[in-house]
């Protein structure tokens, strides 16, 4: 039986939410909450004692992580993993991290659309063709009212051509924009969100060694 898991990225945290224990989770440390609320497993992980990686074992993943989403507010934000016609990948660089481009969903929006607009506002260039999802990363994080939010973001696979002069969008943060080929990514990987390394995790581009930095 498929053992059903979710990431969620708490600061520097990684809440790991399954129906068992992953094969290769390793130096974790068993959450033992009354629900599934993520502000008192918020205050949990927090706490100073050492520990970066927590384990939340439940029924059933997918119901338990509907109910944390419910638990405070939730913004859903939605990009892209844009490679051009010379197999090369479109980053940015965005408050001292690197990043690839992303933005919340307006509301009335659909996710794809959404997307797109977020890559081609962000970078100043023009998705051709737009693929199939690639994933769904979470993080949690204070917002400036010092309430909890989670952020869910949608990644799609998109397709370029001739976007070699890029406009990053300064307004958002955005430095740099860039292409990187494959072998740039462990450049990227050390200085890059959890939920990055995920993203490329999941299509292969970054080797499991970096994706565990």
């Not at 979710?6 to 520097?12: E, K, L, S, V, W």
């Not at 129906?19 to 502000?39: C, I, R, T, W």
């Not at 660089?93 to 992303?102: H, M, Q, Y």
């Amino acid at each position: 039986m498929q053992n059903t898991s979710y990431h969620i990225y708490i600061n520097d945290k990684h809440l790991v939410v399954a129906e068992a224990v992953p094969k290769g989770l390793q130096n974790y440390q068993e959450l033992n909450v009354e629900k599934p609320d993520l502000n008192l497993i918020y205050q949990s992980v927090s706490k100073p004692d050492g520990k970066q990686t927590f384990l939340y074992l439940c029924k059933n993943a997918k119901t338990t992580l509907r109910k944390l989403s419910k638990s405070i507010r939730l913004i859903e934000a939605a990009g892209g993993l844009v490679k051009n016609e010379r197999k090369e990948y479109l980053v940015i660089f965005r408050n001292g991290l690197w990043d690839l481009p992303k933005g919340k969903i307006e509301e009335g929006e659909k996710t794809q659309k959404a997307a797109v607009r977020e890559v081609e506002e962000e970078c100043g260039i023009k998705v051709k063709k737009t693929g199939r999802k690639i994933c769904k990363t979470y993080h949690v994080y204070r917002q400036r009212n010092d309430e909890l939010a989670l952020k869910k973001t949608h990644w799609y696979r998109m397709k370029a051509e001739g976007q070699d002069k890029l406009k990053p969008q300064k307004e958002e943060g955005i430095t740099k924009a860039c292409w990187f080929t494959r072998e740039k990514f462990s450049i990227l990987a050390e200085n890059t969100y959890p939920s990055i390394l995920d993203v490329l995790d999941t299509m292969g581009l970054i080797k499991e060694k970096e994706a565990q930095l």
